[in-house]
Structure formats: structure tokens, C-alpha cells
């Protein structure tokens, strides 16, 4: 009858739930750590995203 192929479905949610994770452990890293992770390291992958920085340019682009 019909050839259904779920092939770029299943692929749409592979690529999705990886970049809800990697999302995920971004913001998680950047967060305040919960008690007991307080001197735990941030690891070299994760980006150091500054609030300071990302208010400021939230509100320059605002401005324009």
C-alpha cells in the first residue's frame, strides 16, 4: 500500500531533544548551583554567559 518512511521525523526529534539538552546544560551550568555544587567547576565547553552583558545588549537592541 503506502511506503512510510519515519526516517525525518524520528531525525527532526533526535536533533531536538539534543539541543534541548545542550540548552538545558548551558543555562544549568549558568545558574546558581544548587547546595552541595557551589565549588564545582564549570566545565571548558560551556560558555560563561554574564547577566550584566546580556541585559545590556537586550536593552541596545531594544533602543534602537
Same mark, same amino acid.
Given at each position: 500500500?503506502?511506503?512510510?518512511?519515519?526516517?525525518?521525523?524520528? +531525525?527532526?526529534?533526535?536533533?531536538? %531533544?539534543?539541543?534541548?539538552?545542550?540548552?538545558?546544560?548551558?543555562?544549568?551550568?549558568? /545558574?546558581?548551583?544548587?547546595?552541595?555544587?557551589? +565549588?564545582?567547576?564549570?566545565?571548558? %565547553?560551556?560558555?560563561?554567559?554574564?547577566?550584566?552583558?546580556?541585559?545590556?545588549?537586550? /536593552?541596545?537592541?531594544?533602543?534602537?
Amino acid at each position: 500500500m503506502t511506503d512510510i518512511t519515519l526516517s525525518a521525523p524520528i +531525525a527532526v526529534l533526535v536533533v531536538g %531533544f539534543l539541543a534541548a539538552v545542550t540548552i538545558g546544560s548551558i543555562a544549568w551550568y549558568n /545558574s546558581k548551583r544548587p547546595p552541595g555544587w557551589e +565549588a564545582k567547576e564549570r566545565p571548558d %565547553f560551556v560558555p560563561k554567559i554574564d547577566k550584566d552583558d546580556l541585559i545590556a545588549e537586550t /536593552s541596545d537592541s531594544q533602543n534602537k
